[in-house]
Structures are given as C-alpha cells and as structure tokens.
C-alpha cells in the first residue's frame, strides 16, 4: 500500500510545482499525526511538579516565536492563546518548564527542556506515558476513555499524590523526542 502511494506521489505529476506542494503537504501531514500520536496518556488531580510554586510570568528569555506543527507566540503571559493563572500554570524546576493546561478538572502536561550553551538554544519535548508495565507504581484515581480522532478510544489515567521519581518515570516513557524551535 505504501508503495503505491509512494508511486502516485513520486510520479504522477508532471509540473515540479505541483510535486513541491504535494511533498509539502505530506510532510505537515505526517508530522501533525506523530504529534498528536505522541499525546500524553496521563492527566493529574494536580499540576505537576507538586510542591513546585508557579511562575507569575515567563522569563523575558524565553518570550518570542516558535514553530512546533503551528507557530506558537509566548509572552510574559500567554503560550499560544493559553492564559497564565486561567487555564494554564508554568512552573520551573532546574531547566524543565512544566506547562500544566487545566482540561476537564484536571491538567495534561507538556514539560519543555531548554538548553542553552552560548550561542546554542536548544528545547526538547516531552509528554507523561504510563505503560501497562508500570501503572502499578502510580496512584491512579481514575481512568477514562479519549479519543484523538484515529479510531478507538484510549485509555487516560488520572493520577495523584506523584513524586518527582514518578514523574520523571512517565516523561522517560515518551521516546518521540519532539523539538521546539525558535524562529524569533
């Protein structure tokens, strides 16, 4: 199957301009459904890292434009259309921000790693996965059934009371190794 599409999109235009636009849409496609393949199993009571107090605004260094599937615009208060203190809480611990976005009662998580080394800036991504092999370890009080459009539902588990050892558990489950970058 994939061969056939490979072949009809390979050579089945005869104008480069035609080719360009298609390659192009391919590639946004399959980018966007990665991404939202990668979306997160895991939402919690609490947003993430407990004990952790919450940032009152983003740093001026990290404020600007960045392309992830979409551009996204960060301010001293908002990420993308998502408001600081409203549906949203960042907080801070070594260099992980933890963008926490209240959904339904609860909040799904995304953490960004940023590196930064002289002229180097790099942001790494990251979602929470609990796997059937080690949901035991967590306190789970609940679970309930999403569905991200492809099909099936999934199971999302509700999560409390997590450690930092927990946490970093879930967000080592997440192997697409997502990147940020900064266009401006």
Same mark, same amino acid.
């Given at each position: 199957?994939?061969?056939?599409?490979? =072949? *009809?999109?390979? *050579?089945?235009?005869?104008?480069?301009? %035609?080719?360009?636009?298609?390659?192009?849409?391919?590639? $946004?496609?399959?980018?966007?459904?990665?991404?939202?393949?990668?979306?997160? +199993?895991?939402?919690?009571?609490?947003?993430? /890292?407990?004990?952790?107090? /919450?940032?009152?605004?983003?740093?001026?260094?990290?404020? #600007?434009? =960045?392309? *992830? +599937?979409?551009?996204?615009?960060?301010?001293?208060?908002?990420?993308?259309?998502?408001?600081?203190?409203?549906?949203?809480?960042?907080?801070?611990?070594? !260099? *992980?921000?933890?963008?926490?976005? &209240?959904?339904?009662?609860?909040?799904? &998580?995304?953490?960004?790693?940023?590196?930064?080394?002289?002229? $180097?800036?790099? $942001?790494?991504? $990251?979602?929470?996965? @609990?796997? !059937?092999? +080690?949901?035991?370890?967590?306190?789970?009080?609940?679970?309930?059934?999403?569905?991200? #459009?492809? #099909?099936?539902?999934?199971?999302?588990? @509700?999560?409390?009371?997590?450690?930092?050892? %927990?946490?970093?558990?879930?967000?080592?489950?997440?192997?697409?190794?997502?990147?940020?970058?900064?266009?401006?």
């Amino acid at each position: 199957m994939l061969s056939i599409i490979l =072949y *009809f999109v390979l *050579f089945s235009f005869t104008n480069i301009n %035609q080719y360009n636009l298609i390659m192009r849409k391919l590639i $946004f496609l399959i980018a966007v459904v990665l991404t939202l393949a990668s979306c997160t +199993n895991v939402s919690f009571v609490k947003s993430q /890292p407990e004990g952790v107090k /919450p940032l009152t605004e983003i740093p001026e260094n990290l404020q #600007g434009t =960045y392309a *992830f +599937n979409d551009t996204i615009i960060v301010t001293s208060n908002t990420i993308g259309e998502d408001t600081l203190g409203k549906n949203l809480i960042v907080k801070k611990r070594g !260099n *992980f921000y933890y963008l926490n976005y &209240l959904e339904d009662s609860v909040y799904s &998580l995304t953490v960004v790693k940023v590196v930064k080394c002289l002229s $180097f800036e790099g $942001f790494d991504v $990251f979602h929470p996965k @609990i796997t !059937n092999d +080690n949901k035991e370890i967590f306190n789970v009080v609940g679970v309930r059934l999403k569905n991200y #459009g492809f #099909g099936d539902d999934s199971e999302e588990y @509700i999560v409390d009371d997590v450690s930092v050892v %927990q946490l970093s558990k879930m967000l080592s489950k997440d192997k697409n190794n997502l990147k940020l970058t900064r266009i401006k």
